[in-house]
């Protein structure tokens, strides 16, 4: 696993409804979403102020200067690898992607195809990112290279900047979501049918929401009160779960909002593999899943 030395360098993608920052190197970050149908930029910018390249490999995610859209993988919580071949070995915070080098397969004005490999756990990651008109999507495809099924667990990790009044919505039938924030007590707590940062989060404070497993949704949105949308859709065979991080102070000076598919129920894989609420990656074989996220104005 190696570290970009070189400058980063931002690839752009572009549609006549979208134009899309992206990382070359160090995580592939999606650094920039910016609707061209009224210049609403989605992503939060990093700050600037930290430099990632001094970072050791194992390092706190918000130790980082992060911002934008990066993919977790193969945890969100640290932990250590549950089972062979890598029992016992420790997996970093947030994963690793969003810490190794990724390299540029190929490249057009609206598509680009990056890939990273890990010596440490055994795989091949690609994605495949394309627009079209007003919707981004992004292909992945992850081979496992060792010759034993393993567990990994994946989630989209976009800080989107939220404005006074904007809505998380939920497209289907709830009645309760679970409360994820202290991972020792979780709590089922009612839904109200949408989630606003600055109503639902108490400054300086973060919170995590889990849609309960039972219930089923087939898309979420954030709605200005503008009228600027976005909706994100995803693989649900793949990814059945999914989860909502807030913050309003604590991690970031601006209020944010991650809308998380993941094929993991919760953050920690350890504890995900423990209750058998996630699958494994076949020996030798390629998983591929997709997600879609489209902008809209009313």
Same mark, same amino acid.
Request: charged residues 25%; proline residues 5%; contains cysteine.
């Given at each position: =696993? ?6 980063? %360098? ?61 993919? =977790? ?5 640290? @932990? ?15 994963? %690793? ?18 890939? /990273? ?6 795989? !091949? ?14 292909? &992945?495809? @992850? ?18 900047? =939220? ?13 309760? /979501?679970?409360? !994820? ?7 089922? /707590? ?17 919170? =995590? ?23 994100? !859709?995803?693989?649900? %065979?793949?990814?059945? &779960? ?19 598919? !993941? ?27 997709? #997600?879609? #996220?489209? /902008?809209?104005?009313?």
């Amino acid at each position: =696993m190696s570290f970009s030395t070189d400058r980063d %360098e931002t690839i752009e993608l572009t549609s006549d409804a979208l134009r899309v920052g992206v990382s070359t190197q160090r995580g592939a970050r999606v650094t920039s979403l910016l609707s061209r149908l009224d210049d609403r930029e989605w992503l939060r910018k990093a700050p600037g102020t930290l430099d990632n390249e001094t970072l050791a490999y194992g390092s706190v995610f918000t130790d980082s200067d992060h911002g934008g859209w990066d993919e =977790m993988f193969p945890t969100v919580d640290p @932990c250590v690898f549950p089972g062979e071949p890598f029992d016992g070995e420790p997996v970093p915070d947030h994963g %690793e992607l969003w810490q190794l080098e990724w390299e540029v397969v190929e490249k057009s004005a609206s598509a680009v195809h990056q890939r /990273v490999s890990s010596d440490r756990f055994s795989y !091949t990651f690609d994605r495949r990112l394309s627009v079209s008109g007003a919707t981004l999507r992004a292909q &992945y495809d @992850c081979r496992n290279e060792s010759d034993t099924g393993v567990p990994l667990l994946w989630a989209l990790h976009p800080q989107f900047a =939220m404005r006074e009044g904007s809505r998380v919505v939920l497209a289907g039938k709830l009645d309760n /979501v679970l409360d !994820t924030s202290d991972a020792s007590s979780v709590r089922e /707590v009612q839904w109200s049918g949408d989630l606003q940062v600055d109503r639902d989060v108490p400054r300086g404070t973060d919170r =995590m929401i889990y849609v309960n497993p039972r219930d089923e949704i087939s898309g979420a949105s954030i709605v200005d009160q503008s009228g600027s949308s976005l909706t994100l !859709t995803w693989d649900r %065979e793949f990814a059945p &779960y999914f989860g909502i991080w807030l913050d309003h102070g604590r991690h970031t000076e601006e209020s944010v909002v991650a809308l998380e598919p !993941t094929n993991g129920f919760f953050d920690d894989l350890n504890r995900a593999q423990g209750s058998d609420c996630i699958r494994s990656f076949e020996p030798g074989a390629t998983t591929s899943w997709w #997600i879609e #996220i489209a /902008v809209g104005r009313s």
